[in-house]
């Protein structure tokens, strides 16, 4: 997943602002099209997304920032479900850390890593995104719905 070199330098300021000391900062997703930097002591209200980033090599085109960006196919098919709802900020791990192969984007993840309980922690909620409906999923289901109504406490 990626954008071009230009794109990546206006998607990721640095998260190094004397703020940061005292909190811990994120970058959130807004209404499926902006990245921006926050500090998470304020009290951002903001949803996390849980989900498989699924074949990497397979994506499709979304645009962050006015920037073309490479996301895989089942974060696009997550992004397009959640956007049907309502406008949303997200934390999308793929969009939100600094993917690039530099050292200082590696130092980030790594952090950005670290405050994964936190981040997660911080969410108004999480949504567990499993993917696109097939016959499999259908059954489980079904499975699931007949367990429930023959169950009796």
Request: glycine share 2%.
């Amino acid at each position: 997943m990626a954008a071009s070199a230009p794109a990546i330098a206006s998607l990721y300021q640095p998260l190094n602002s004397p703020a940061y000391a005292v909190a811990w900062g994120v970058r959130l997703f807004h209404d499926f099209l902006h990245l921006c930097t926050y500090v998470i002591k304020r009290n951002h209200y903001y949803e996390a997304l849980s989900y498989a980033w699924g074949n990497a090599s397979v994506t499709e085109t979304i645009l962050v920032n006015g920037n073309e960006w490479q996301a895989t196919r089942n974060l696009v098919a997550a992004l397009r479900q959640l956007r049907s709802q309502e406008p949303r900020t997200l934390w999308v791990d793929a969009i939100c850390i600094n993917q690039a192969n530099k050292p200082a984007a590696r130092e980030e993840r790594a952090l950005q890593l670290r405050w994964m309980n936190q981040i997660f922690s911080a969410a108004t909620s999480v949504i567990a995104w499993v993917g696109t409906e097939d016959a499999s999923s259908n059954r489980v289901f079904d499975l699931m719905r007949n367990e429930a109504e023959s169950f009796t406490p």
